[in-house]
């Protein structure tokens, strides 16, 4: 019996680590066209989400934890926008570094490690379901 909980509390920190990077991914999407109002003001920086494998005793390993959020540090994208209020001398407006072509594929990640812990919650139920069945029986 201790089995299957400690299946189904692996599975449930998997959940809600991805979960949370999903909510990172959706956030860096809803910014990727976010600049700032003034020319000195720095656009949203995209986030990274970040991951710790914590020994825990009931489980009986380890389960994962959704870390601190880290900040990608690499350059802003320039765009040549001469008319924006937040444009520089040379008409370029900082936008956010964030490619959504990574943030799809993340989230498409994301979405499948969700999938597979959702799976072992699933048949992790069915399993002690069953096994109730054949001790009442």
Do not use: C, W
Not at 53 to 80: E, P
Not at 109 to 134: G, P
């Amino acid at each position: 019996m201790s089995d299957f909980l400690s299946s189904l509390k692996i599975a449930a920190t998997g959940l809600h680590a991805q979960n949370a990077r999903m909510q990172i991914i959706a956030e860096n999407l809803a910014n990727v066209d976010s600049a700032g109002k003034t020319p000195t003001d720095n656009p949203y920086r995209r986030r990274i989400p970040t991951f710790q494998a914590v020994m825990d005793a009931d489980a009986g390993g380890q389960i994962v934890k959704i870390g601190k959020t880290a900040l990608d540090m690499s350059d802003f994208n320039m765009r040549y926008e001469p008319g924006h209020p937040a444009a520089n001398s040379a008409g370029y407006v900082k936008y956010p570094n964030i490619d959504p072509l990574v943030e799809a594929m993340d989230m498409r990640q994301a979405q499948r490690t969700y999938e597979a812990n959702l799976n072992v919650v699933t048949t992790t139920r069915q399993m002690l379901s069953r096994t109730l069945d054949i001790l009442k029986s």
